[in-house]
């Protein structure tokens, strides 16, 4: 399935990391995944093996939102593994944010998490895949960094940042050699939306977006976003004017 000999998933040890982790080992790729909680690591990977694979899967704990955490991780990859062919940064959080619940702390934690949790993975990454001269960093950010929208003010403004970094950030690591893909998920089954008490619409399982997100790094597609009538209806909401697409927003507000 995929060209990659090493890879390396943040936030693998649960939902759409978890599954790309599985897809690639069963193709004979060996993925390292990384997570918080040991023990939950090294369930999932016990759990991807009882399922049959030709490649291998590890566990490497590792808290993304600690710096230092990072670099040790980092360290203990290029001892054991040496330098991986595709880095996927895909640990986040969620929390949806009204009027209610407004508290700075949320966008402080979702922030640390979704954002600066990539950004200190990038300072080992980028020197490294910038001095071996190739490599693939795929960056999992979300639809709900398009646009503003009702309860998603920290959660869409951790991913909208994501987005911003990412494209700033392709010109310059594609003169290097190394190749970044943006990934703009739509609403995929997992522990985080299962949280959600709102109907969310097109929504998918695990396993197809997985598989979307694979074939768009294997084809280094900048932007992977998905699923398609989706992205399409929300980037079509961000070419209208602000006072008919706040008409139309105003419906996704909870009623209290």
């Not at 940064?89 to 944010?97: K, S």
């Not at 911003?164 to 950030?169: C, G, P, R, T, V």
Request: charged share 15%; proline share 6%.
């Amino acid at each position: 399935m995929a060209s990659w000999q090493t890879v390396w998933i943040t936030g693998g040890g649960s939902g759409i990391g978890l599954e790309v982790a599985r897809q690639l080992a069963k193709s004979g790729t060996n993925v390292v995944i990384s997570g918080r909680n040991p023990d939950k690591l090294q369930q999932a990977c016990d759990e991807v093996k009882s399922g049959g694979i030709t490649g291998s899967i590890q566990s490497l704990p590792c808290d993304v939102t600690n710096l230092d955490s990072v670099k040790a991780a980092w360290l203990v990859l290029l001892e054991t593994q040496g330098i991986p062919d595709l880095v996927l940064l895909n640990a986040g959080d969620h929390q949806p944010v009204s009027l209610d619940n407004f508290d700075p702390a949320i966008f402080e934690h979702l922030m640390k998490v979704n954002f600066h949790g990539v950004v200190n993975c990038l300072a080992s990454v980028i020197p490294a895949f910038c001095q071996r001269g190739h490599g693939h960093i795929g960056v999992v950010a979300s639809v709900a960094g398009y646009q503003g929208l009702p309860t998603a003010s920290a959660y869409g403004a951790t991913k909208a940042a994501l987005i911003n970094a990412a494209e700033a950030l392709y010109p310059e690591l594609k003169l290097k050699g190394v190749d970044l893909s943006l990934i703009n998920p739509g609403f995929v089954r997992t522990p985080l939306t299962d949280r959600n008490t709102f109907e969310m619409p097109f929504l998918i399982d695990p396993e197809p977006a997985a598989e979307r997100i694979i074939l768009g790094l294997q084809k280094k597609q900048f932007e992977i976003a998905f699923p398609t009538r989706f992205v399409i209806l929300l980037k079509l909401l961000k070419a209208l004017p602000y006072w008919l697409y706040f008409k139309l927003t105003r419906q996704l507000i909870p009623k209290s």
